[in-house]
């Protein structure tokens, strides 16, 4: 049924503890919406929640990124990932593997057939 896969990368750190909040509500809308057009979604924001080893949460997600397929599956960028150095990490990570890109807001993801 899953057959594509989507990572959602974005900001998850914030100076305040409703910032991170927000984010991880944030990944949450976009990880069901994404589910609704078909997509198996993989989202660290929830993977990770509560955990404040950064670079090994990371590193986990680096990981996952890796055994994703150039040819089904992709990555989805949340609003402001930009400014979180860990989703830069996360995009250059994914664009070296030829992952399909897109940004919230932007170039949307196509319904799985």
Do not use: F
């Not at 944030?26 to 919406?33: P, Q």
């Amino acid at each position: 049924m899953w057959d594509r896969l989507a990572y959602i990368s974005g900001p998850y750190r914030s100076d305040t503890p409703e910032g991170v909040k927000a984010n991880i509500e944030t990944a949450d809308r976009a990880a069901k919406w994404l589910r609704s057009l078909g997509w198996g979604v993989i989202c660290p924001h929830k993977n990770s929640e509560g955990d404040d080893n950064d670079e090994a949460c990371l590193a986990a997600d680096l990981t996952i990124i890796d055994r994703l397929s150039p040819d089904m599956d992709a990555m989805y960028m949340l609003d402001g990932w930009i400014d979180s150095l860990g989703a830069v990490r996360e995009y250059y990570h994914a664009v070296d593997r030829g992952l399909a890109i897109y940004r919230q807001g932007t170039k949307e993801p196509p319904e799985v057939q």
